[in-house]
Antibody
Framework: QLQLQESGPGPVKPSETLSLTCSVS??????????WGWIRQPPGKGLEWMGN???????YYNPSLKSRLTISVDTSKNQFSLKLSSVTAADTAVYYC????????????????????WGKGTMVIVSS | DIQMTQSPSSLSASVGDRVTITCRAS??????LNWYQQKPGKAPQLLIY???SLQSGVPSRFSGNGSGTDFTLTITSLQPEDFATYCC??????????FGGGTKVEIK
C-alpha cells in the first residue's frame, strides 16, 4: 500500500527558502499511474494546490507560485521535493504531499486528477 | 482561475440525517470534480472523483452528482464518523487546480 511521508528542517525565516521532501514507500515513484503533488493549507483556511511532478520530471505549477516554486524528483531515493523561495509569513501552512492519479475523461485532452494518497502533513512556520 | 464556491460553509446535523453539500464552479467543468473529507489535524481523504465515482473503500452512503457548474455531495444517513469538513476540487483546468472553501459538518 502506497504511503507518503513529508520531512523538512522545521521553522523558516522570512526571505529564506523552504525545503521539504516527500518519501514514497509501498510503491515506486516511477509508477505511470501517478503524478506527485504538493498541497498546502494555512491555519484555519482552505487547501491550495501548489504543483505536480511526474517521475520523468515533467511539472505543473500553480501560476501564483511559479516564480518561487521548484518541485523535483529523485527516482533513486523514491522521493520528490519542494523548494519555495523568498518565503513570508503568508507561507505558514501545513504542507501535504500526495499521489495524484491521472485518468482520461470524457473530453479529449482533459484529464481527471485526483489525490488518492496523502502524507500526514507537516506544519511549516515562517517567522523571524 | 476557476473559482469553486461551496454552500453552506457550515451546517449542523444529527446522526441519521440526510445531508447535501453544494459546490458551484465559476465556469463549466463538465464532470471534472472531486470531493474530499478532512478531519481536524488530518490530511484530506478522497471520497468521490469524476463527480460521481465512489473511491474504493468509501461507504456507499456517500454519493456525488452534477455536471457543468453545479455539483452536490450527499450523505444519506449521517454517521458519527462523518462529522468533518468536506471540500470540492475542480480538475478541468490544471493551471491551477482549485479547491472550494470547505463545508464543516457539525453535530447538532
Amino acid at each position: 500500500q502506497l504511503q507518503l511521508q513529508e520531512s523538512g528542517p522545521g521553522p523558516v525565516k522570512p526571505s529564506e527558502t523552504l525545503s521539504l521532501t516527500c518519501s514514497v514507500s509501498g510503491g515506486s515513484i516511477r509508477s505511470s499511474d501517478y503524478y506527485w503533488g504538493w498541497i498546502r493549507q494555512p491555519p484555519g483556511k482552505g487547501l491550495e494546490w501548489m504543483g505536480n511532478i511526474f517521475y520523468s520530471g515533467s511539472t505543473y505549477y500553480n501560476p501564483s507560485l511559479k516564480s518561487r516554486l521548484t518541485i523535483s524528483v529523485d527516482t533513486s531515493k523514491n522521493q520528490f521535493s519542494l523548494k519555495l523561495s523568498s518565503v513570508t509569513a503568508a507561507d505558514t501552512a501545513v504542507y501535504y504531499c500526495a499521489g495524484v492519479c491521472r485518468r482520461s475523461g470524457q473530453l479529449p485532452s482533459y484529464y481527471h486528477y485526483y489525490m488518492d494518497v496523502w502524507g500526514k502533513g507537516t506544519m511549516v512556520i515562517v517567522s523571524s | 482561475d476557476i473559482q469553486m464556491t461551496q454552500s453552506p460553509s457550515s451546517l449542523s446535523a444529527s446522526v441519521g440525517d440526510r445531508v447535501t453539500i453544494t459546490c458551484r464552479a465559476s465556469q463549466s467543468i463538465s464532470n471534472y470534480l472531486n470531493w474530499y473529507q478532512q478531519k481536524p489535524g488530518k490530511a484530506p481523504q478522497l471520497l468521490i472523483y469524476a463527480a460521481s465515482s465512489l473511491q474504493s473503500g468509501v461507504p456507499s452512503r456517500f454519493s456525488g452528482n452534477g455536471s457543468g457548474t453545479d455539483f452536490t455531495l450527499t450523505i444519506t444517513s449521517l454517521q458519527p464518523e462523518d462529522f468533518a469538513t468536506y471540500c470540492c476540487q475542480q480538475t478541468y483546468s490544471i493551471l491551477p487546480l482549485t479547491f472550494g472553501g470547505g463545508t464543516k459538518v457539525e453535530i447538532k
